[in-house]
């Protein structure tokens, strides 16, 4: 009876809306997912049959030895890069998450003896750069080059960061500071115990910016540490493969057939291969990202 | 005397609150020091522009040179084809970007199935999440001449034959700007569905009394209530017009030999001259203009959103 109801008091105009609402929302759906399904199916099928071409959304031929074979190219460097890929964003996000706890937590004291000066001396490092020269020269003065910490160190503070950390402190109930002060706890005491777990959702909101950043980061490798073989990354791997068969554009053939005498492996095969690998990790910890990462662009949205 | 005393009394205020504090001012020095090195030193480093800086003499032995890289700057056509692509490039994007999150906010505002609606949202945001390296892969791959957009348009008739795309001046502006949809349309719809969900529903209500349809509702109601949040996201982005990091990854990850004339940004020009041919101070300059300009068009922004009643961003 109710639908009945409901049927009647819909509209041409209803109807049609809906109709063009899903299909263009289809679309998106399609665009979003297609091309990650169609690189999976690449990397699961054989080489040379892929080069037939018409892989779409499942393998003709289905293997698994690409991964094998991709992650054995070149004396197993792409272990090592995978290696320096997850020590960069460990230790990236503790890091500094950890700094800007314990900044966002001093900010946050009303009575702090020149606080404006603090505050604004951060502010306008969101608005002034030295540019990429006079970094890089910076970089080159602290002896960072070709060091592991060049990875960690120039972004360990984000302003943006801070200022969401200490709104979310500031709007915490003083009483619990207060009261736990009154009993003689010290300051980082305070923060560690009361603050930190109270300020806990947006300490992983804070924590997964900073990791999907490290762990998607290349350009910092190519400014930095072009050639330094013990401190590439997955992504900066994936990033040569692609710079050379950009240098090959409209070769395609050379792409799809590559170096056939060493083994079974493509440069297609090899690229989609890797892009998998590198995209894995963000799949995985995908449910949680979009969880606190849209909490996050409303956090930082909304105030400011 | 008794200001002296006031005074006095103030110091010791002043004085008992350092002491109170010194741990957390002692750490706040060191965070300091952090923002002076990694942030003040490179626009410090700003004086190399009117050096002629060499690694090895420095900043204080290195020959001063007044404006002339500035003057060679201003004179060298190449640096006025980077701003005009790094601004051509910024609005094609700007324009996509806008209209395609503020239309699928819209969409997925009109969807009345709350799972589906949850569902396309988060597909929608999957691309924002992985690195531009694998995102230009992906276009690369899709773009080939045996790739899936060749497929798509040869297979319906649009093309008589398949079109190499990136290796085209005419397309890359294009590709940059479709690609840059592609991967943040999702995300970017989010502060305008956080925009339309603070409207008041009232509104929609007395609409539907007045025999209003949807077009109109989304017209009259959905489109106005979205607008101050419209206005504020452009404000914000016209000092990224001349260049922002994810630009400079992309059009690094996607230029190639066939199209450098209608590639290269200031960022990337700035590259070829400090770490391809080592003027870092001629390049240095270069990046000084782009701040500067920039810093210019954030405030300029920022008063004209106070002129219009927005709140103030700075």
Redo the contacts between chains.
Sequence with gaps: MLKKVKSLTR?N??TI??II??I??GI??I??????I??LAISLNDPMDTYR?GITIFPRIFTTQNYKQVMDLSDGQLYHAALISILRTVTGTVTSVF?TL??AY?LS?N???LKKF?IV???M?M????????????I?K?GLINKFPVYI??Q??VPFYIFIVRTYIQDLPDSLRESARIDGAG?FTVLFKIIAPLAMPVIATVALFVA?AQ?????DTF?YAPSKKELSTL?YE??KK??S???N??N?RA?LQGNRSSNQLTP?AV??TM?VI??LP??CF?PF??KY??KG??LG??K? | MAGNKIKLTEKNV?LK??SE?K???L??LV??I??I??????????V?AFQNYK?HLGFTGSEWVGLKHFNELFGDPDFFRAIRNTIGMSIIRLIFGFISSI??AI??N??KNAA?KR??Q??????H??????A???V???L???G?VNIFFTSLGFLKEPV?W??EEKYFWLIIALSDM?KE??WNA??YL?AISAIDINQYEASIVDGA???RRIWHITLPGMMPTIILMIILNI?LLLGT?TL??QV???????VIKVAETI?LY??RL??KLFR?SF??SA??F??LVS?IL?FTANAIAKKLGQRA??
């Design positions: 509209t105009e209803d809306v809906d609402v899903y263009i929302l998106t759906i665009a979003s997912l297609y091309p990650f169609n690189i071409g700094c314990i900044l001093i004291k009575d702090l003896f603090f001396t951060i502010v490092t608005y002034m750069f030295g540019g990429i020269i006079p970094e890089y020269i910076v080159q602290l160190l120039p360990m503070l300051e999907v762990w998607n980061s290349w350009f400014l992504q994936l990033m692609l710079a068969s950009m240098q554009l409209g395609s792409r297609l690229q989609a892009t590198v995209t963000i799949v995908y990202l979009q990462f849209v662009l409303t949205g909304v400011e | 002043i609150k350092i504090q741990l957390l001012l750490l706040m965070f300091m952090y923002f090195v990694f942030r003040y030193l490179p626009i410090a480093g700003w190399m690694p239309g699928l969409l997925l009109e969807v589906f569902f396309t988060t597909v929608s945001y999957l691309p999440f992985v690195s531009w390296v694998v230009a892969t992906i690369t791959t899709s080939e001449r045996d899936i190499l990136l290796g592609w349309v999702g989010i502060i956080a349809g949807r077009l000092g990091f400079v990854e690094m990850l996607l230029d190639n030999p066939m960022d700035t590259l400090g770490m870092f390049a240095a990046g000084i782009k701040s810093v954030v961003l700075i």
